[in-house]
């Protein structure tokens, strides 16, 4: 089968199992909502704009580990070896991480309508702007959890190394990333957020070519 033919059959799997279940998104959605509601009356409205920011991007963080991190480490042995029978590796790794792009897109969209909701504030001076950086932060996000889930799903102290192999990454992507929606949110020109948004692409591409490089010598273990 053409890696292309591969790859839409993994993410056409993953949608119908979502589909057919419903609980990933449902539960994504619920806990993200929950945080941003909890979080607003916690803090009473009383946050400047910038600082919204900020606690936005945590809470997508949260919902990031969530929704990715656990994407290897939560899969059967059964079912690691019918995927290792349908497809190769490299299709794998593909399909997950687009796959999960998209589910972090669809999430992250209504958990930045949550929050200009419940905080009482529609004060971004460039919507869209404001949107294509959270969309590209959350790709950045996406692709490294994907990527350390899948190397910490062969360890036997998975969540311990999924904690240290992630940070020295989420932590230049979190800033970043915060910087580019605080230009946005100031209204200030596309000009002057273009580095951290060409940053966090470039860090998607990388990404996505060291885990078609990696995977497969990680697949075989």
């Given at each position: 089968m053409?890696?292309?033919?591969?790859?839409?059959?993994?993410?056409?799997?993953?949608?119908?199992?979502e589909?057919?279940?419903?609980?990933a998104?449902?539960?994504?959605?619920?806990?993200a909502?929950?945080?941003?509601?909890?979080?607003?009356?916690?803090?009473?409205?009383?946050?400047?704009?910038q600082?919204?920011?900020?606690?936005?991007?945590?809470?997508?963080?949260?919902?990031?580990?969530?929704?990715?991190?656990?994407?290897?480490?939560?899969?059967?042995?059964?079912?690691?070896?019918?995927?290792?029978?349908?497809?190769g590796?490299?299709?794998?790794?593909?399909?997950?991480?687009?796959?999960?792009?998209?589910?972090?897109?669809?999430?992250?969209?209504?958990?930045?309508?949550?929050?200009?909701?419940?905080?009482?504030?529609?004060?971004?001076?460039?919507?869209?702007?404001?949107?294509?950086?959270?969309?590209?932060?959350?790709?950045?996000?996406?692709?490294?959890?994907?990527?350390?889930?899948?190397?910490?799903?062969?360890?036997?102290?998975?969540?311990?190394?999924?904690?240290?192999?992630?940070?020295?990454?989420?932590?230049?992507?979190?800033?970043?990333?915060?910087?580019?929606?605080?230009?946005?949110?100031l209204?200030?020109?596309?000009?002057?957020?273009?580095?951290?948004?060409?940053?966090?692409?470039?860090?998607?591409?990388?990404?996505?070519?060291?885990?078609?490089?990696l995977?497969?010598?990680?697949?075989?273990?």
């Open positions: 053409a890696f292309s033919k591969e790859v839409s059959a993994l993410i056409g799997k993953e949608l119908r199992l589909w057919k279940q419903k609980y998104l449902n539960g994504l959605l619920l806990y909502l929950s945080m941003v509601f909890v979080v607003s009356l916690g803090l009473q409205r009383s946050l400047p704009p600082a919204w920011n900020v606690v936005f991007w945590i809470v997508l963080l949260f919902v990031c580990v969530n929704a990715v991190a656990k994407s290897f480490m939560g899969e059967r042995s059964g079912q690691l070896l019918y995927l290792y029978t349908l497809a590796p490299r299709a794998v790794i593909v399909a997950k991480m687009i796959y999960h792009i998209a589910l972090m897109w669809v999430v992250s969209l209504v958990t930045l309508f949550a929050f200009v909701l419940f905080s009482g504030s529609s004060a971004i001076g460039d919507p869209i702007q404001y949107m294509v950086s959270v969309l590209l932060g959350c790709s950045t996000f996406t692709a490294n959890m994907t990527l350390v889930s899948a190397i910490a799903s062969k360890a036997h102290n998975k969540t311990t190394l999924l904690a240290v192999l992630s940070f020295p990454l989420v932590i230049p992507q979190m800033l970043v990333a915060i910087a580019a929606s605080g230009k946005a949110l209204g200030q020109p596309w000009q002057d957020s273009l580095p951290e948004m060409v940053f966090s692409g470039l860090f998607v591409v990388i990404i996505g070519a060291v885990s078609v490089i995977f497969p010598f990680i697949w075989k273990d």
